[in-house]
């Protein structure tokens, strides 16, 4: 069997705002690769990798879907493994994960809209995973498109070096084509769906001097990434052969100190091939990308992984889906080794050995069964019992863990109850299924009043939730309204001793210990556990059982039962019955202590704030402001666009924020838009939270 080589392969993303056109793009780019024989478009429910009934009905993207296309550069045909990814901030899940497993991204800008506030979301999260990026200012033909003023803002928000590789020939209805900065040629485009629509021509004699401008602009970004490319370019910039420029600003972009730039409306079916060519130009390979890191399980050392198929074999599972007709699908990155169908794995976390039944070669929601799986590819796996997102799979002679992933906790919440009682048991299955497979989606269970509990990211994110467990699951539930995921807090330290003894006969229970409960150190979450006991007053083997303890009595404060986010506990002292005390009594003197000294140490309730854009024109600026004010809100900044419209950044409590699209559509007539995203969580005033505290009706041991 002859090797592929991994220089032909990229894993690519395609990420933006919402509304700037990814699936449109995606579909020109499996149209002209010639994955698919017809256009699929958004707003007609036709999208191939839109494929769930609720992507189609809303012309948005909600689960990032996968495909592999295949494409002809100078000569040779690369493999495309693309994925595309939502750009709603209520599904950033799936954007996160996508770019854990990626080497290359597409960040697609609207000319109109440019730089929106989920770019700058979807831009952070590359920056955070080291994912270099291209940029590709899409919609030229919209009213109000500018190439270059995007590329102003991508260095300006952004605090890229964005460098045009081509400009637009015309924009809005004028838009013909483009210009290659590097070969000096005009690419003019023809109407029709023909897979070669484009023809090349003369620069227009009018764009000559603009031409050379933005050429000499590329040729010093390009020499900027090549010491021996510099040398040329100031003894004669006109000897760089195209090759040279190309490879040097392919060097920057993978050093991530450039971002290539280009244009086109693919709408329009223009652009599309450019990009593509682009893509195989500048965005790295495996090979380009090098060893992936990991801790060896074992001896806990940093070991690494080249990108071979004669390495050992590992793998990320970065996503869990659940299909109907094949069971749980689990979307796996190779990062080297070869991996058979029908052969075992090592789950690291488990420590459990599982069967690969099947592999797939995904296209949108279509499975293309192969037969192996080598460094370098995606594909999705059936078969697995016990596997998460975030899982490592490996050999097991040889382990590997690799950097999972982190996810935000949910900010909003509403219960639910199935409306008849056959739907009972559904209920609980479809639920878990789905929390399977959203790791910003939470099930719990209310102990107070045995209701079900529902958490994610955001309305539209629970609408989502609600309408799939109708249709996918059959399952129809009666809903409230929606509620704020509150946390608390302890803002001082207080010290305690809480003796536990129980005597009913036989053997008893006894525990007692000495312990100081206060605030986490700052940026810490969870517990913070330190044992400082002396002479073994309290045995070594009871310890982990007060941390458990504690651990699992954060799950309820003592304020209205809402989580505790962070403690810090110091076992200070304590004693023990040679024949009465047990794991089990450390562990309940331990829930005990916490619910009898967390009153005493001044807590707190805090909610979560969201960080709040607000694009409007200036007629509507001054009530939308009030609204604002009337609503907790805190005006962070205030700017305009270079359109007109102004902008409003602020902080605003969730609590305020329900409905506020409806509202703020009839304050703008329908003109203004918003995003929001969870920002952090702050204390609620006393008012308002001895208000929430008294409609929870939770009760704890008072203060003594």
Not at 359 to 378: K, R, T, W
Not at 397 to 423: H, N, R, Y
Not at 447 to 456: A, L, V
Request: hydrophobic share 35%.
């Amino acid at each position: 069997m002859a090797k592929r080589n991994l220089r032909y392969t990229r894993n690519i993303g395609i990420m933006a705002h919402i509304d700037a056109g990814k699936t449109t793009t995606s579909e020109r780019i499996l149209y002209y690769t010639g994955k698919t024989h017809k256009i699929g478009e958004v707003h007609e429910g036709g999208a191939t990798m839109d494929w769930m009934v609720q992507e189609q009905e809303r012309g948005i993207t909600i689960t990032s879907a996968a495909t592999t296309a295949f494409w002809r550069y100078n000569g040779e045909t690369y493999q495309i493994n693309l994925i595309d990814t939502p750009g709603h901030v209520d599904f950033t899940v799936e954007v996160e994960r996508s770019l854990r497993v990626l080497d290359g991204t597409i960040a697609t800008f609207c000319a109109v809209g440019r730089v929106q506030p989920q770019s700058e979301t979807v831009w952070r999260q590359a920056d955070k995973y080291g994912v270099p990026k291209i940029a590709y200012v899409n919609k030229m033909d919209r009213v109000g498109a500018d190439f270059l003023a995007c590329v102003a803002e991508i260095k300006d928000k952004l605090g890229a070096t964005a460098v045009p590789v081509c400009l637009p020939i015309g924009s809005e209805d004028k838009f013909q084509g483009i210009v290659d900065l590097i070969s000096r040629k005009a690419i003019y485009y023809l109407p029709g769906e023909e897979l070669v629509n484009y023809e090349y021509r003369e620069i227009p004699a009018e764009m000559a001097e603009e031409v050379e401008h933005w050429r000499e602009n590329l040729l010093e970004a390009a020499s900027e990434c090549d010491e021996a490319l510099m040398e040329k370019y100031f003894e004669d910039p006109e000897s760089l052969t195209e090759e040279e420029i190309i490879a040097a600003l392919r060097k920057g972009t993978i050093e991530m100190t450039i971002v290539p730039a280009c244009c086109g409306s693919s709408f329009k079916n223009k652009g599309t091939q450019f990009l593509l060519d682009a893509v195989m130009r500048y965005l790295p390979s495996p090979l380009d990308k090098g060893a992936v890191k990991g801790i060896n399980p074992r001896t806990g050392e940093e070991i690494s992984r080249e990108p071979s198929a004669d390495q050992p074999f590992c793998g990320l599972v970065f996503k869990i889906a659940t299909d109907p007709f094949v069971g749980r699908l689990a979307f796996i990155r190779a990062y080297s080794g070869h991996l058979d169908a029908g052969s075992y794995v090592y789950n690291v976390r488990s420590g459990k050995k599982e069967r690969v039944a099947r592999l797939y070669q995904m296209h949108s929601n279509h499975q293309n069964p192969i037969e192996f799986v080598e460094a370098g590819d995606i594909c999705a796996a059936v078969g697995f019992k016990d596997l998460h997102t975030g899982d490592t799979v490996c050999e097991e002679s040889k382990p590997i863990t690799l950097e999972s992933m982190e996810f935000p906790d949910p900010v909003i919440g509403i219960a639910v109850e199935p409306k008849t009682q056959q739907d009972l048991d559904k209920l609980g299955i479809a639920l878990s299924k789905l929390a399977e497979e959203d790791p910003t989606f939470t099930v719990k269970s209310d102990n107070e009043t045995g209701q079900t509990i529902i958490s994610g990211m955001g309305e539209l994110h629970l609408d989502i939730i609600i309408d799939r467990l109708r249709r996918e699951f059959g399952v129809e539930i009666n809903q409230g309204a929606p509620q704020v995921n509150y946390k608390e807090a302890i803002t001082k330290p207080v010290q305690h001793r809480e003796v536990f003894k129980k005597q009913t006969g036989g053997r008893g229970k006894f525990a007692d210990i000495i312990v100081e409960i206060g605030p986490a150190d700052e940026g810490v979450s969870g517990l913070q556990f330190d044992n400082q006991v002396k002479g073994g007053n309290v045995p070594k083997e009871f310890v982990p059982s007060v941390q458990k303890g504690f651990e699992a009595a954060m799950a309820n404060g003592c304020l209205a039962g809402y989580e505790v986010q962070s403690l810090k506990v110091t076992l200070l002292d304590g004693s023990f019955h040679p024949v009465d005390s047990d794991q089990l009594s450390f562990e309940l003197a331990a829930r005990m202590a916490f619910r009898h000294a967390s009153p005493k140490a001044k807590p707190v309730l805090l909610e979560p704030i969201m960080s709040l854009e607000v694009v409007t024109p200036e007629e509507y600026m001054g009530e939308i402001v009030g609204d604002l004010n009337r609503r907790r809100g805190q005006i962070v900044q205030m700017d305009s666009t270079s359109t007109g419209a102004r902008i409003i950044k602020a902080f605003v409590p969730l609590a305020e924020q329900f409905g506020y699209v409806t509202v703020l559509r009839t304050l703008s007539s329908g003109r203004a838009t918003s995003t929001m995203s969870f920002d952090h969580y702050a204390e609620v005033p006393s008012a308002m939270a001895k208000d929430i505290v008294e409609r929870s009706g939770y009760r704890v041991f008072e203060e003594e």
